[in-house]
Nanobody
Framework: VQLQAFGGGLVQAGGSRRLSCAAS????????MAWYRQVPGKVRELVAS???????NYADFVKGRFSISRDSAANTVNLQMSSIEPEDTAAYLC??????????????WGQGTQVTVSS
């Protein structure tokens, strides 16, 4: 499985940006797809996730500002970022989890797409 994240760039504080994650197979074949972010020297943190059933989950620091969704036509999982803050500056990575045999789970990571917020 290959994941490709894109859409990052330089954003002004208060602005919006949409990130997309394209998968090499149907996004509906995954148990969960998620966006994480990482800042150098800090732990990678979950931003938002969406299950195969469409249930969404958000980190407290993005609730009400970010929205995760699936685009079946484009086969992407998108992260709509609004009211962006300087603290949102990070590399954003997408992740997918899918089932293996029995209780096994596999996961894949895409490369990060950098979001830099100017104040």
């Amino acid at each position: 499985v290959q994941l490709q994240a894109f859409g990052g760039g330089l954003v002004q504080a208060g602005g919006s940006r949409r990130l997309s994650c394209a998968a090499s197979r149907s996004i509906f074949s995954f148990n969960t797809m998620a966006w994480y972010r990482q800042v150098p020297g800090k732990v990678r943190e979950l931003v938002a996730s969406i299950s195969d059933g469409g249930d969404t989950n958000y980190a407290d620091f993005v609730k009400g500002r970010f929205s995760i969704s699936r685009d079946s036509a484009a086969n992407t999982v998108n992260l709509q970022m609004s009211s962006i803050e300087p603290e949102d500056t990070a590399a954003y990575l997408c992740n997918a989890v899918w089932p293996g045999k029995g209780w096994d789970r596999y996961n894949a990571w895409g490369q990060g797409t950098q979001v830099t917020v100017s104040s």
